[in-house]
């Protein structure tokens, strides 16, 4: 009897977190973690700007144990994205290097403080050495183009020359497949690295591998959009791949709805 109370006080209390989460304005975060789609709360107009969810904190709201997920890196001393690169390119640690033409690190000179992470490069990518360059790469390229057009951010010029563009992955799954576990868990420790040297301000993750990666938890795209997290000292914010875009139009106004939240974090503290 007294274990079954003590299952019901524990019940409780979690139900009282997420409500609480949920005033605050971070959204359903047990609906996020359940994979389920949810819709932002509106944001009263009188009330401050509410604060950006750690990955630990939206975790660990819905009893979730963080414990294994590795931190934000912290970058060997003198480490560059060039050397990052370099290691990439001559990488043997997984099997995708024996079928990739060429591994693609990234690239960009991140002096904006943005940076765009995808899940792996594909055919083309793989055959130029270089992230989003397919079609899916037009389409990442016209939205940049039409953030620095419509100045979303007032004062600062957006391109892909001065955001940041990579992968999770850094060779292409055979055949465009999905990233295999043990793969991220070799290739990401480059990401990671890479990010600790950028210190970006809002970090853009595009589609379920990157968003899944950063975040520390399990969810679907429409459900983790909309909410602003935090990776180390930076801002991060989910939306849909370029190429979920292509497959389905109508995810188009949602991901510029995205572009918009980047730009007012950016210029927010």
Known sequence: MAEHDEVRRLAREARLELSREAE??????????????????????????????????????????????????????????????????????CGLHETRTQAVPGVGRGTTGIVFVGEAPGAEEDRRGEPFVGRSGDLLTKIIAAMDEKQLIPGVSVSREAAFIGNVLKCRPPENRNPMPQEIETCSPYLRRQLAVLKPRVIVCLGKFAAELLVGAKGTIGGMRGTVYRYGDSKLIVTYHPAACLRNPAYKRPVWEDMQLLAREYVSP
């Open 24 to 93: 605050r304005g971070r959204g359903d975060l047990w609906a996020i973690a359940a994979g389920e789609k949810v819709s932002p709360r509106p944001r009263r107009a009188a009330d401050p700007a509410a604060p950006a969810v750690s990955a630990a904190s939206a975790t660990a709201a819905i009893g979730v144990d963080t414990s294994d997920l590795p931190p934000p890196v912290v970058s060997p001393p003198g480490d560059t994205l060039e050397q990052i690169a370099a290691e990439v390119r001559g990488c043997t640690k």
